[in-house]
Every structure is written in C-alpha cells, then in structure tokens.
C-alpha cells in the first residue's frame, strides 16, 4: 500500500506528463505482479464493486470525526472529493501499513458480504491508525474513481516502457472484460492467448476537429467524407457465433441493445464493425435526446423496444473473415464492409416477413466524394437536415490507427447553435474545481399567466470559461447569493452568457419542455443586460 | 433601546459611544486597525490608531497617513470607552482589539492564529462578553500540522530541487506568509531571492526582526545565478513572464488552501505546503472555548456553517456581513497585481 500511495501522490502532485510516466514506469518495475494488475484495473476503471455504501461511509465518518453529519456534508460540498473528505476530518494518526495493495482489495471484495457491524469496525481500524495520504489512498479504493490525470492512454505507454511490449498490442490486451481478481500479470501482459480475444475490441480510432481551414488538409480527391453521426460509437463483434456490442468507454453494452442479436448468423463469424449505434423510432434517425432513453437501462421493455428502436450505421470494419485488417487502406476495408453490407441487405429482404419484424438493423454510412472543398461546405450546410452533426473527413489511403492521433480522420462539426441566458443557479466543481463555484444554471425568458416576464430554467453548463473567469464569477457568485439550497445557491439574475449546444429536442423531462445537447459557455456576454438575454419562444424557434 | 457597544454598519465595525470604527472598509475620521493586510486596512481615514509595529507597515502601503502606535494591552480612553490592543498572532503587528464600556466586554479578532509562528507576537485569549472571530478555516477539514514539520518539508524540498539544479520558486504573500518562510528557510542549503512586493515589505520589517539575508531579482539577475536557490514570490507571480524566464524551475505554494488537493492542482503549482496564517478547526474552537464569550459573531470565512455548529454547541452565535477576507479569497489570488514591484 505505501508504494501505491506514493504512486499516487507522485502522479497526483504533478502537471507534468513525463513525471508521470516516469512514476508509472518506475512502480510498474519494481511493484508485485498482483499490485500491477490490480494497479492497471484501477487505472482503467475496473474497480471491484463498491464494498460499503456512501451513506453509510459519510455516517460513518462523521461519527468518527465527532461532527454532526450536516457539518461533513457541508464540507464535502467544498471539498469536492468523499474520500478526500474523510480522509480529512478524521483524527490525524501517522502509520503507513506494511499490507499489500492486493491484500487490501482482497479485503474490500471480502468485506462486500459482512455485516454492517463488521464493516464500520474495519474502516474505524483503518481510518484510525494510517496517515493522511495512506487513509486518503484507502478510501479512495473504497469510493472508486481514482481521477488524477492519469488516462489509460498514459498508463499504458508506461506499461510498455516498463515491460518493453509494444504500446498498441498492449492497448489490445487491456481491452475488453478481465477480472482483476482471476488473471495473473503474466496472463494479462505478458502471455499471448488466442481463447481470451473472443470478446476483444479493438482500440478505438479517434478523430481531431478541423482546426483553421479545411482546405489546408490538401487534395480533396484523398478525403473521403462522410456524415458524422450523433449516437454512440461502438464496436459490433461476430465470433465464434456469438455477439459483443462495446461502446467507446470499453464497456460492454450487448445486452442494452437486443435488436444487434438479429447480426447473429447473418454477419459471418470472424467480423467487427466500427460504427454508431443511432435511435431510429418511426423509421427515421433521430436526435441523442431519444437515444437517452436507452441508455443506461439495463432492462429494455418491449415498449421502449418499440418507442425507440435503434441501428448500428456502420463505417468501418476492423476484422474479416477473422483476420486483422485494420492495416488495410480505409478504401479496401470500405470495399469489405460494402460487400458484407449487401449481403446482410439481401439476407434482410429474404427473411422480412410480417410487418419489418426481421429487418436487420444494420445501415450503411454513404462515403461521398467530392471534387471541390466548397461543395463540401454545401454538404456540411445540409448536416441537421441529415441528422448529422457534420462531416466525417477520412484520408482514403489510410490505415486504422490506435487513440486520437492527428492526421487522417477529422471531424468537421457544424457550428453549434447559441442562445444568449442569464445565470441563476451556482454549484461547486469538484476535482480542480473543488471549493469553487463552477457548475452553473441557465434560464431564458418567458411570459407567465399575469403576462409578466420570468425567468425559466432551460440548461446546466460548466465548460467554457477561463479559469481566470471562473474565479472571479466564484468570487461574483459568493457575495450574490439569494438562497441556499444543500449545495445549490440561486443567484441574483445579472449575468448573461452565451450558450452554445450541438443539438436540440424536445422534451417532457425538462422544465422549460426543451433538451439541449451539450450545452456550455461559449462567451460570458458583459455588454449585455439580463432584459437582453434570450426568450424560451427563441430557443423553440431553433427546434429543426 | 440602547444599541450594542459594537455595530456592523456600511463603513465598517463601529462604537457609537466613543464615535470609532474597528477596521473600517470605507474613510471615516477615526479608525483602530487591527493589521495591515489590505482589507483591513484601507486608503482614507483621518486618524489610525495600530500596535507601534504594525506602523511602519501601513505606513510603507499607505503612505502619509495620521497614525498613532500602541503597546501591547495600553489601555487607551475615547469618549469613555476603554479601548486596548492584545496579541493576534497572525503576522507582525497583527492586534485583537478589545473595547470595553461599563463592565462589558467586546473582542474583534481581526484574523489570527493561535500557534506561535516565532515572528508575530503570539496570540493570547483575551475574556470577554462578546467574541467577533473570523473564521476562514472554519471546517473540520481544516487541520494544520506544525509549522516546525512543514518548515521542514519546505527545506527538504529546495534541498532536492537543488540537487537537481532547479530553481525553487515558492510562493507566499507579500505580507506575512513571505517573511515567516524566510525567517525559517536553511540559508546552508542556498541563497534566497526575493520579488520586488515583497523585498519591499521585508525591508520594511528588518528592524522588527532577524530575517536572513535577500537578495532582489532585477532585470540584471541571471537565471543561472538562481539555479539551486530559491525564490520566494507572490501568488500573483505565478504564470508571469517573470517566472517563466527563470526555467527550469519547480513551484510551491505555502497556504491553508493547500488542504485541498483540487486547489493546488487548479493552480497548476507543483507542491503544495499547508501552511496558514489562520486559526484551523481545533484553533477556533479552543479560542472561542478561552474566551469565555456567551455571544460570537462570524465575521468572514465560512461563516454560516462555522456559526450554525457554534449555535449547536450552544453558544449565542450569528454572522455579520463584512468587506474583510478579500486578502485571502481565490480571486485575491489573480487579481492582486504586480503593481507594486
């Protein structure tokens, strides 16, 4: 446990990638093989279930610190961080423990099933014997979510410093489900095992946004273009006759989406698409706020089946046949993923019997071409009536690459819709934003029954501003508060911001009967007053 | 009604029975100033009275002022009010300023600390009827460590940035925080250069106390000159191209906001030291317990919820509204200018 707690002291009190990697590399040599695995699980977020709910670990906190629970309540509001929290209300103690960080995550696994008895007896011992970080580091175990910036991207670059196997082979090995618990270091790293690639994505592909101008990427005859589709990019695995559906997160969302069982037998084992999982109710893509109702629903009803049905548009294909093929030029693999598109397409007719009941939900994302960069622009104007939200730009000559990596595939957005809104709500941030009010609520204005202006609730935001703007709106925010309620504060409406979102719905969910996607702070409007911001009927007016 | 020996009114803390304001935020004739951080003391009263060593403070940031300089406990008489100046502890010449009229007691903390940082006169409880504290760390989050250990964390710190042959630049106000770092720092381990704000106020303070020996950054400085030494500078240096002329270096900042692991990292500084010039949760709680006050008022920090636990524990505790804790706030820490380098 010390040399992990060092570990994340090291990465945590640091902006410096390489130190980082440095620190990785360094404990990944020296640490033990099962602190490795489970340092790698951490690290890519496959921590095991939490062992102790909050609520009963902030009870429980707030008894030892001899604090009313309000008072720790109030303070985890400032400080942003649970673990971080208890670790410092509690009384100070100062012993580091000699237990491994396999024995403590053992324990926690082990303490899932003990009473509650049993439960506050072990972090009291815990609590009340290790020092500050090691007490942090211990709870943070318990909580989950180590966010020190350290992506998997990072951590495994030094892997592959510290075990000299290549980083994108390691990318590969580190995908997918594996048990932190059951495999060995040797199993996960080091040995090569056909069996276990059943299930295994590939890592992802990322595109950048266009920076500049996009006739700077050349020749448009290299650049293929397509629509960039508003869904859930995802990976749809045929194996061994069975399908695995993973999301760009890594995670696994087969059984989210059973409509993907029809690929089963259709789509030859030995394939994998890259794609976008679309909601398609009535027969028509439609817009993220539909896809919200899927996710995250672990049980779909038939209703909901029905409601909002979804299609995987696929873009790419990553394995044919069961090989590879990610090395080939996106035109040949495009030829491949065409050649097995129409043969689901022929496949789909012949079974259609009663009512579209067997459609198999497979599109295809068109590729276009065009001979001018200006025609490109047209097409990019017609994106929201093509419920896209822009263009796809991919080099026809290229490769399938690991990560975000600059170059072949761009993203060219259209340019998102704005609002100008008054500022009414104030939260604090967590993380860096921790003590500082960051999180933000908007509203526009609307008649009321007397027929007098009131201000309504449309959006939450918290990205945009500088932190130089932050801080002085946290300072504004501090002084103007009109009300508390637990960690919110309304504020007096003074301020206006102009609000940027890519798409727009509506909705039953949300007050102002409007969802915005993505929404955050593209200027804070200074020149404007609260009586110039923008009306509900102008953000209905933005509804396609 | 006959209206309490202390008000809050839009200028400031006033005692209408001796016609005085107790760290005034806006100009009025006669003023009693507990320290000389910049919120609590302001540009534009007629008459300052402070503790003698608080004097060539706010005489060096305000100028020509009228000011007059107490001792310790002088008792001083306005109108009949008693009036008298006690140990804050907080940074030199800070003062706690006690008012007393017809056997009742009111005490006004102005800020202040309650570990003997060596430098500041340490604080001492002072009985009273009325007890006005701030509470800036008023948490339980907030516990310090003693200075001894975090002086010497400091020390080891340069120590490795200078085996490494990096320049150490730590930073601490101009005022306070700056000369209880150097007072400590381990001339054995290099030299120690200062920025222009707070060069200034070290040189005013040099006839108080013993601070080892500085030396100003100037436009002739050398970076490889700093190579291995350090730097103490504002909070408002950081991320100025004054800084960033001095690569490679490596940056601390020493303050009670260290605490929080989001603070330090919202700065972008390398190391934070959790080292204040404010009471922590246990401070608080003990001075208040010392004083012996049936009523406590809040005035900055965390007030509503440090006076709410207060109410718990059954004292009669409320807050006031005041200007003060501008010194300390994050957005003090980027707006303070460089101005006065």
Known sequence: MRNFAQLIKTLDSTNKTTVKVQALTDYFLKADDADKVWTIAILSHRRPPRPVNTTLLRTWASELANIPLWLFEESYHIVGDLAETIALVIPAADQSSDKSLTDFLQEMIALKKKTDEEKRAYLYENWSVLNYYERFVFTKLITGGFRIGVSQKLMTRALAKATQIDEDILAYKLMGNWDPNKITFQQLVLEENESDYLSKPYPFYLAYAIEGEVSDLGDIQEWSAEHKWDGIRSQVILRNNELFVWSRGEELVTDKYPEFEKFIGVIPNGTVIDGEILPFPKGVIGTFNDLQTRIGRKNVTAALLKKVPVILKAYDILEWEGKDIRQLLFIERRQYLEKLFKNVTEQSKSKVTEQNQNVIPLHLSKTMHFTSWDELALERDRSREMHSEGLMLKRKDSPYLVGRKKGDWWKWKVDPLTIDAVLTYAMRGHGRRSNLFTDYTFALWKDNEEGEKELVTFAKAYSGLTDAEFRKLDAWIKKNTLERFGPVRSVTPHHVFEIAFEGIALSKRHKSGIATRFPRMLRWRKDKNIHEANTLDDLKNLIP | ?341
Not at chain 2, 3 to 22: D, H, M, R, W
Not at chain 2, 38 to 59: C, E, F, L, W
Not at chain 2, 65 to 76: A, S
Not at chain 2, 161 to 186: H, M, P, V, W
């Open chain 2, 1 to 341: 009604m006959k209206s309490p020996l202390l008000q809050f009114t839009s200028n400031g803390i006033y005692c209408e029975t001796a016609k005085v304001y107790l760290d005034p935020w806006k100009p009025v004739d006669h003023a009693i100033i507990s320290h000389g951080h910049a919120d609590h003391s302001r540009y534009g009263h007629k008459k300052y009275i402070t503790h003698h060593r608080n004097v060539p403070i706010i005489q060096h940031r305000l100028g020509e002022i009228n000011v007059i300089g107490k001792e310790w406990g002088e008792t001083f008489i306005i109108n009949n009010v008693k009036f008298s100046l006690h140990p804050a502890g907080h940074i030199i010449g800070s003062s706690q300023i006690r008012v007393e009229n017809k056997g009742e007691v009111w005490v006004f903390t102005g800020d202040y600390k309650t570990e003997n940082d060596g430098i500041s006169t340490p604080y001492e409880p002072i009985k009273c009827n009325t007890f006005i504290t701030e509470c800036t760390f008023g948490l339980p989050a907030f516990k310090w460590t003693p200075q001894a250990e975090v002086l010497e964390n400091i020390n080891n710190w340069w120590a490795e940035n200078r085996a490494e042959c990096k320049t150490s630049i730590l930073f601490g106000y101009s005022l306070g925080k700056a000369q209880r770092l150097l007072k400590y720092l381990d001339t054995d381990i290099g030299e120690i250069y200062t920025h222009g704000a707070i060069e200034n106020m070290t040189q005013v303070l040099r006839p108080l106390v013993d601070f080892p020996k500085t030396t100003l950054i100037t436009r002739d400085t050398k970076k490889e000159q700093l190579l291995g030494n350090i730097v103490l500078a504002p909070p408002s240096a950081h991320g100025s191209t004054w800084i960033r002329k001095m690569v490679p270096y490596v940056t601390a900042s020493a303050s009670g906001w260290m605490t929080f692991r989001g603070a330090r990292r919202r700065r972008a500084i390398d190391k934070g030291f959790v080292l204040s010039d404010h009471c922590d949760w246990p401070g608080l709680l003990e001075s208040i317990e010392a004083t012996g006050a049936e009523k406590i008022i809040c005035t900055h920090g965390y007030t509503d919820i440090f006076s709410k636990y207060l109410r718990e524990q059954g004292y009669d505790a409320r807050t006031e509204a005041t200007q003060y804790g501008e010194e300390e706030t994050e957005a003090a820490l980027a707006s303070k200018s460089t101005a006065s380098v």
